[in-house]
């Protein structure tokens, strides 16, 4: 478990190489042009450390533009972007990361993820990461909806264990089985969607442990993913909501309400279903 006493925005976790990630990141799916451009020259500058994309977002042009003008220097920023799913196979992933790096503008990426397990490449896909990997092009490589089975494949395989596994993962879609045999490989959870695209933020029973709180529903949702030892991606292109999002450090979910709160594990996905990719 982590230790939640003095965690703060600076805080980052330790993955399986000795890089340190943020725990938390600012999501950008749907987050376009300048919109998402001025949204992530304002989430730098009131302390976001760390930014998730994907060459399918189609926003890394914005981003890599934005991270380039900022104040901060370019190694203060953790920037993860995505192989997407057309793009698999050893010689494509080698180009689609060569062509994310292009539209990004930098010198490196510190995380590259496979998006998504697509069956009979994502074997040949990893070994390009790892080559990218070694090569120093990224440095950290790791995967996103994996379940346990597409785990055990590539563990089975692979040369370089994953640092991190992308995930949808809230109260109402708690994978303890999965983070658990994440863990025991030394692979974070990265929560993906923790605010359920938005749709459960007036939930009643969240409402109460909120208002219990002081706080706002969206703040208890990625707090709950940071108590419950996730990295946590939060998507906001608003202002407002950027701000709000992380103010999470300035109080703890009792162990009660923490409970309470993964009673409302419902299976519920907001997203793609990766327990049914073959
Ligand atoms: N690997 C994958 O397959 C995968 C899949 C899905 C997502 N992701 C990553 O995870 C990130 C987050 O997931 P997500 O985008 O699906 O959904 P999310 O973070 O659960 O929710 C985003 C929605 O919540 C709204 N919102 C944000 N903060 C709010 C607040 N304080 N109060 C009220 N509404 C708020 C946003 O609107 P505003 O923008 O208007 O604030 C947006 O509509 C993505 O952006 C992406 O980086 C990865």
Redesign the pocket.
């Known amino acids: 478990m982590r230790e939640m006493k003095d965690l703060s925005l600076q805080s980052t976790a330790e993955l399986n190489n000795g890089v340190k990630i943020p725990l938390l990141?600012?999501?950008?799916?749907?987050?376009a042009g300048d919109r998402c451009y001025t949204?992530i020259r304002h989430a730098i500058k009131i302390g976001y450390r760390h930014i998730?994309?994907?060459a399918m977002?189609e926003n890394e042009v914005e981003i890599g533009k934005a991270i380039s003008q900022c104040d901060e220097p370019r190694e203060e920023i953790f920037v993860?972007t995505?192989l997407w799913n057309s793009d698999h196979g050893y010689e494509k992933a080698k180009a689609a990361f060569e062509a994310s790096l292009e539209r990004l503008g930098l010198e490196y990426i510190d995380l590259y993820?496979i998006?998504?397990p697509v069956q009979e490449l994502r074997l040949d896909s990893w070994r390009a990461l790892e080559e990218l990997y070694k090569e120093g092009k990224c440095k950290a490589i790791g995967v996103?909806?994996y379940m346990e089975r597409h785990l055990e494949e590539l563990l089975k395989e692979a040369k370089v264990v994953p640092v991190v596994n992308?995930?949808?993962f809230?109260p109402y879609l708690y994978l303890k089985e999965l983070q658990d045999y994440c863990m025991a490989k030394k692979i974070w959870i990265?929560?993906?969607?923790?605010?359920?695209?938005?749709r459960m933020?007036n939930d009643p029973p969240l409402m109460e442990v909120a208002k219990k709180n002081q706080k706002?529903?969206?703040?208890i949702?990625i707090r709950w993913c940071l108590q419950r030892d996730t990295i946590v991606?939060?998507?906001?292109?608003?202002h407002?909501?950027?701000s709000?999002?992380m103010e999470i450090y300035n109080f703890e979910i009792s162990n009660d309400d923490m409970k309470s709160l993964d009673a409302f594990h419902r299976n519920m996905r907001?997203?793609?279903d990766?327990s049914t990719a073959p």
């Open positions: 990141g600012l999501g950008t799916y749907l987050a949204a998730d994309t994907a977002y993860t995505k993820l998006h998504w996103s909806n992308q995930v949808e809230s990265q929560a993906y969607s923790p605010l359920t695209k938005g933020l706002s529903t969206a703040q949702l991606l939060p998507k906001s292109a608003n407002n909501n950027i709000e999002n907001t997203t793609w990766p």
